[in-house]
């Protein structure tokens, strides 16, 4: 459990305390579960997560992958243009999370819908480029998305939608067989569809017999969207929507799949990591399991949608819009729906780092940086914090060489060496580390290797990058400290508040880092020794993100300059009095 987690979790039991609204109280409520599930969720370290890559991802949504009997991928997403819809409109037909009651906006000219796309694998090549199916599946002027397969892969279920400003007005079941050459000409569901939505068709078996289960937000049901089924009667009828009504919830309940007598499908209210999770049902004849919470890593604390397994069942798809280096969203880390692979790995070692203090008893709350060397440099650096436990695990590479760096407030620094050269079957490495404690009155402050501090003296004028005269002092510490440590290599970053263009502000605030790098090569620093870097409003350390009403206080907290070591020495010391990482940003 993170920091964030921790001060959420403090802050809804404030809530649920202070005997407020209790329709939000049982929200509170429920959201605590979540955390405290977070305590005692294990990490699958034997499953792969894999962005499926550029091919196939784009900066907009992608969503609901399936592939059918022969391995071809077909999924939804906003690519094609045509005219009377608004961003939303796609967003709402093809990614399954909007409610019946999101506001209306204007339509714009020109903007994207949902389209179905295909895309077939070749060994050694990769993926081919999405091919849009043709307007027999993908008629103009609706959402199509929310493809599903019979088990025999010769009918495919799937959804149109009609949306105005955000506002779905019409979505429903449509179905088409395979023939010779392609897909026939979509049908209507009948049974299914009524005056209400219905989403995610998919289907599967109970009682014996096939049946179709969906989302859908009939009048009358639990929540916002609530899971159903209805019996086949024929290739185009079924029956009358039937609650799974131990499944739902009072939130949404979306994207079912059926396999093998297991239902999997999405939740923003039973207990889980952060928005939508994907939960396990077990079938036993009469009646559904308690959902279970997949766990990482195919949960995150962002959205996870549209879980499907392969007809093999040795894969499995899924869409998130969690922080990814591979995603290519134009808005933010977490915007945009990207759709992953789950595999099960070929070779599994795993790190276990024990930490314990120098009376063998445990720490909990430390952090553990695990830095792979590649080429005999340190690379990429991959850190985890466990506050409910001593113990902290990490997935290994074969044939790789790492360093550890494990760090706790008020304790001395610990590193060790490990590598995975020759490892062949699957091994589990355990590390014990002792930490040696600081004296109370210890006056010293331990930077560790990629952990931002902030230069609280340098800040910013609005739209502005000239660095103000009480900006040298930090400079100047920093100027020292590269002076002590001759290895140290840093990254020097700046970070604008959230007001103006993001595309202004990443320019403004790159002007800014190369301000206070000019200023530290002007003091004899080698240039090789800093990289200058502007995230522009990537990274708000508060509430004030793109719209939201602040002071000029909250804005001037987001405008600031920071340092990182990124090579050389994995930890330094500095005197508190010089540089207090704790210190808050000057009010200027």
């Excluded at 506002?167 to 897909?183: L, Q």
């Excluded at 795993?350 to 063998?360: G, R």
């Excluded at 695990?370 to 113990?391: H, P, V, Y």
Aim: glycine fraction near 8%; proline fraction near 4%; include cysteine.
């Amino acid at each position: 459990m993170n920091a964030s987690y921790t001060e959420a979790s403090e802050e809804f039991k404030k809530y649920i305390e202070s005997g407020a609204d209790e329709n939000l109280k049982m929200l509170s409520q429920n959201e605590l579960k979540g955390i405290e599930l977070l305590a005692t969720l294990k990490e699958d370290l034997s499953l792969e997560v894999k962005n499926a890559g550029n091919v196939i991802n784009t900066p907009e949504n992608q969503n609901g992958p399936v592939t059918d009997n022969t391995g071809v991928l077909y999924f939804s997403s906003l690519e094609g243009k045509t005219a009377k819809a608004s961003a939303k409109d796609a967003k709402s037909g093809g990614e399954g999370k909007e409610s019946k009651d999101e506001k209306k906006e204007e339509p714009k000219e020109e903007s994207d819908f949902s389209l179905v796309y295909s895309s077939s694998y070749t060994e050694g090549k990769g993926w081919d480029k999405p091919a849009a199916l043709g307007e027999l599946i993908n008629r103009v002027g609706y959402h199509t998305a929310n493809v599903s397969f019979s088990k025999d892969g010769n009918t495919m279920y799937f959804t149109r939608t009609i949306s105005d400003g955000g506002h779905m007005e019409e979505s429903k079941v449509y179905v088409s067989t395979r023939t010779a050459t392609d897909w026939s000409p979509a049908l209507e569901v009948k049974g299914v569809n009524g005056d209400y939505l219905v989403r995610h068709p998919g289907e599967g078996e109970l009682y014996g017999a096939k049946v179709l289960v969906f989302s859908a937000n009939i009048p009358g049901g639990k929540g916002g969207f609530d899971l159903y089924y209805s019996n086949k009667i024929s290739d185009t009828e079924f029956s009358a929507p039937v609650s799974l009504a131990s499944l739902n919830t009072p939130g949404d309940d979306i994207c079912p799949f059926m396999h093998e007598g297991s239902l999997f499908f999405s939740s923003d209210y039973w207990p889980g990591l952060g928005g939508f999770d994907i939960f396990k049902s077990k079938w036993n004849g009469s009646d559904w399991s308690t959902p279970e919470n997949m766990g990482l890593p195919v949960n995150s604390s962002t959205d996870d949608l549209f879980y499907k397994l392969s007809p093999s069942g040795d894969r499995a798809y899924l869409t998130s819009n969690r922080p990814d280096a591979q995603s290519k969203s134009l808005k933010s880390k977490t915007c945009c729906d990207d759709i992953y692979f789950i595999s099960k790995r070929k070779l599994v070692i795993d790190l276990t780092t024990v930490v314990i203090d120098e009376k063998k008893k445990p720490i909990k709350g430390a952090t553990a940086q695990l830095i792979e060397f590649t080429g005999g440099k340190e690379g990429t650096a991959q850190s985890k914090t466990s506050s409910e436990s001593n113990e902290i695990s990490h997935l290994l590479d074969k044939d790789k060489a790492y360093k550890v760096v494990v760090t706790k407030d008020g304790y001395f620094p610990e590193e060790f060496s490990v590598n995975t050269v020759g490892i062949e079957k699957d091994q589990s490495i355990k590390k014990q580390v002792v930490l040696r404690v600081m004296p109370p009155e210890s006056d010293v402050e331990i930077i560790t290797i990629n952990e931002p501090i902030r230069l609280n003296n340098i800040y910013y004028d609005f739209d502005d990058d000239k660095i103000l005269p009480d900006a040298e002092k930090d400079l100047k510490v920093l100027k020292d400290l590269m002076d002590k440590y001759p290895d140290m290599v840093i990254e020097l970053s700046s970070h604008t508040d959230s007001r103006g263009d993001d595309a202004y502000n990443e320019k403004l605030s790159q002007r800014r880092a190369n301000s206070a790098k000019k200023f530290l090569l002007s003091k004899g620093i080698v240039s090789a020794r800093i990289v200058a870097k502007g995230y522009g409003e990537e990274k708000i350390l508060n509430q004030c993100t793109n719209g939201e009403d602040c002071t000029e206080e909250e804005h001037r907290f987001n405008r600031r300059s920071e340092f990182k070591i990124i090579a050389g020495p994995t930890s330094i010391e500095i005197k508190k009095e010089v540089l207090n990482k704790k210190s808050k940003p000057a009010k200027k």
